[in-house]
């Protein structure tokens, strides 16, 4: 009969597991946990199936010999032990995992508080929604807004929200560009909160300090452009009736 041996899996060690699963959640490496435990208790089930009689893997294990039974009882080990190494390697990306969404969620309160406190961009009036307009290009053509489209695209994507679709379903034209802006208004404040959150390893003051030099740079290039400036103007001119017409109900 074969000698007895330690059964182990030397070379999976947890910082083996761990390296190699670094693109890899905790929950997939609980998924590969519970298949190796159901593995090595097949393995055991097989060369322990004689002694417990029944069904086809009893009879299977009926067939087999003492040499065979070791064999799959040491198999069995070193399926537990690279289990037990992928078990501690998903109880380490656990406790990282909690590190950093507990890292993330305190950036991410921070990055609201500094956004609110530098972008606060109010909407009621439309000298305000002009600002949010003027917020928005500026950063845009500072790359950190809507980078999708470059400074004159992004000028005509404003520009468009002008118009007038043939259907408003029940609101007007002053309610359709109204609400034009404030959904700029969510998207921008939204944009640059991701922004001043995400986590490259520097603070989120120094990203919020970053993102004032670049567009500190993009206004000392010129504050507007003659497009933008024209943009501003038909906004104005859509908008400013709206206030007058305010000032007649007071």
């Known amino acids: 009969?074969?000698?007895p041996t330690s059964a182990h899996a030397m070379g999976v060690t947890v910082d083996e597991v761990i390296r190699l699963a670094r693109l890899y959640i905790s929950?997939?490496?609980r998924g590969i946990q519970t298949k190796l435990t159901a593995t090595?208790?097949?393995?055991?089930?097989?060369?322990?199936?004689s002694q417990r009689g029944g069904g086809l893997v009893a009879n299977l294990g009926a067939l087999l010999g003492p040499d065979e039974r070791f064999q799959l009882l040491e198999a069995a080990k070193i399926v537990e032990s690279v289990g037990s190494a992928v078990t501690h390697a998903k109880e380490k990306r656990v406790r990282s995992e909690k590190e950093t969404k507990r890292r993330q969620d305190t950036r991410d309160a921070l990055s609201k508080q500094l956004v609110a406190r530098t972008f606060p961009l109010p909407s009621e009036r439309p000298e305000e929604l002009l600002e949010t307009i003027k917020a928005a290009l500026i950063l845009n053509r500072a790359r950190q807004f809507h980078t999708s489209y470059n400074p004159a695209e992004f000028n005509i994507y404003i520009r468009n929200d002008l118009k007038i679709p043939d259907r408003l379903y029940g609101i007007s034209a002053e309610q359709h560009r109204t609400g034009n802006v404030r959904s700029l208004r969510y998207f921008l404040i939204d944009e640059?909160?991701?922004?001043?959150?995400?986590?490259?390893?520097?603070?989120v003051e120094e990203r919020l300090r970053l993102l004032q030099e670049k567009v500190a740079e993009a206004v000392a290039m010129t504050a507007l452009t003659a497009d933008e400036r024209e943009t501003l103007r038909l906004w104005q001119e859509a908008l400013v009736p709206a206030a007058?017409?305010?000032?007649?109900?007071?």
């Open 192 to 203: 640059m909160t991701r922004h001043l959150a995400y986590d490259d390893g520097s603070s």
């Open 244 to 250: 007058n017409r305010l000032e007649g109900q007071a």
């Open 27 to 29: 929950k997939d490496l």
């Open 40 to 49: 090595a208790t097949e393995l055991r089930n097989l060369a322990n199936s």
């Open 1 to 3: 009969m074969t000698k």
